[in-house]
T-cell receptor, first 114, second 119 residues
Framework: EAQVTQNPRYLITVTGKKLTVTCSQN?????MSWYRQDPGLGLRQIYY???????DKGDVPEGYKVSRKEKRNFPLILESPSPNQTSLYFC?????????????FGDGTRLSIL | AQTVTQSQPEMSVQEAETVTLSCTYD???????LFWYKQPPSRQMILVIR??????QNATENRFSVNFQKAAKSFSLKISDSQLGDAAMYFC????????????????FGKGTHLIIQP
């Protein structure tokens, strides 16, 4: 089954404690993205990757890092989380080709930073 | 940069009736793609319908259809015969056709419309 898998689904942690949210896709997609969703703001892109070892900033990259060492994985790293990073996070992937290819989304990760 | 505006934070419709959700966008590009995503309480992001800007014909998927007005930069979603399972947040999204970087892969989302279905 084609899917994007995020872990963990929920996490409550404290300010400053480094955390990583993993994302893995099994569709051999070149493109992967991270979004955060906040009430009243919709989804905003944090980082994206066009292929292995190719990453770039989205609209709200401050406080986040990513890496793309393998095609299937695209972890999101919060080196020193702060309360303003409390949010719902989505990983998404899509294949190369026409832009009408839908992005496949993971089920989301709810992060609470105390 | 592109922007997407959904002017209706919340809409309510009686079951079996028709409802239209509004979306406008701003872009200087001529080729792009537009999407409607549904987010039920489970939080999953589910693609409802998509439209290529170069196509004049409006996309249709069963009870869901769009009214795409390229000149007006408008992309509304019509849901016919509304069902209780249609209750969700609906997001309009824009995607550039470019693949040269600058977030070309990403979707630009509106802030969403919360659709309530009254039984």
């Amino acid at each position: 089954e084609a899917q994007v898998t995020q872990n963990p689904r929920y996490l409550i942690t404290v300010t400053g404690k480094k955390l990583t949210v993993t994302c893995s896709q099994n569709m051999n997609h070149e493109y992967m993205s991270w979004y955060r969703q906040d009430p009243g703001l919709g989804l905003r892109q944090i980082y994206y990757s066009m292929n292995v070892e190719v990453t770039d900033k989205g609209d709200v990259p401050e406080g986040y890092k990513v890496s793309r060492k393998e095609k299937r994985n695209f972890p999101l790293i919060l080196e020193s989380p702060s309360p303003n990073q409390t949010s719902l996070y989505f990983c998404a992937s899509s294949g190369r080709g026409h832009g009408n290819q839908p992005q496949h989304f993971g089920d989301g990760t709810r992060l609470s930073i105390l | 940069a592109q922007t997407v505006t959904q002017s209706q934070p919340e809409m309510s419709v009686q079951e079996a009736e028709t409802v239209t959700l509004s979306c406008t966008y701003d872009t200087s590009e001529s080729d792009y793609y537009l999407f409607w995503y549904k987010q039920p309480p489970s939080r999953q992001m589910i693609l409802v319908i998509r439209q290529e800007a170069y196509k004049q014909q409006n996309a249709t998927e069963n009870r869901f259809s769009v009214n795409f007005q390229k000149a007006a930069k408008s992309f509304s979603l019509k849901i016919s015969d509304s069902q209780l399972g249609d209750a969700a947040m609906y997001f309009c999204a824009y995607r550039s056709q470019r693949y040269s970087g600058g977030g070309a892969d990403g979707l630009t989302f509106g802030k969403g419309t919360h659709l309530i279905i009254q039984p």
